[in-house]
C-alpha cells in the first residue's frame, strides 16, 4: 500500500500499528486505528488507553492522524464520540 503512491493509508485496528508506521515512515500518512468497537462497547477509560496507546507508537515524527480504524457506527451513543475527541484533543497535543 505504501509503494501505491497515495499520500495516506487509512489502516482498521487488525493492523499492526507499529510496523504500519514503520514501513510507511517519510513516504506516506498513516491514519487510524482505533477499533471501531470501543466506540459503542467500552468505557471512557478503555476508549482514553486506546487513544494514548495509538499516539505512543505512531504520533512521534510521522505525520500519523489519529482516526477510528473504520467508520464509526451508527449505534455509537454521541457521549462514547465524545469520549475519543476529547481523549484526541488531550494526549494529541503532548506528541
Given at each position: 500500500?505504501?509503494?501505491?503512491?497515495?499520500?495516506?493509508?487509512?489502516?482498521?485496528?487488525?493492523?499492526?500499528?507499529?510496523?504500519?508506521?514503520?514501513?510507511?515512515?517519510?513516504?506516506?500518512?498513516?491514519?487510524?486505528?482505533?477499533?471501531t468497537?470501543?466506540?459503542?462497547?467500552?468505557?471512557?477509560d478503555?476508549?482514553?488507553?486506546?487513544?494514548?496507546?495509538?499516539?505512543d507508537?505512531?504520533?512521534s515524527?510521522?505525520?500519523?492522524?489519529?482516526?477510528?480504524?473504520?467508520?464509526?457506527?451508527?449505534?455509537?451513543?454521541?457521549?462514547?464520540?465524545?469520549w475519543?475527541?476529547?481523549?484526541?484533543?488531550?494526549?494529541?497535543?503532548y506528541?
Amino acid at each position: 500500500m505504501v509503494e501505491t503512491g497515495a499520500a495516506a493509508i487509512s489502516i482498521d485496528e487488525p493492523t499492526n500499528l507499529a510496523k504500519a508506521v514503520e514501513a510507511a515512515r517519510g513516504k506516506v500518512v498513516v491514519i487510524g486505528n482505533v477499533n471501531t468497537s470501543l466506540f459503542f462497547l467500552s468505557s471512557k477509560d478503555q476508549m482514553e488507553k486506546a487513544i494514548k496507546n495509538c499516539i505512543d507508537i505512531a504520533a512521534s515524527n510521522s505525520g500519523f492522524i489519529l482516526a477510528s480504524g473504520c467508520e464509526v457506527p451508527g449505534v455509537a451513543p454521541p457521549e462514547n464520540v465524545q469520549w475519543f475527541m476529547d481523549a484526541a484533543r488531550e494526549y494529541g497535543r503532548y506528541k
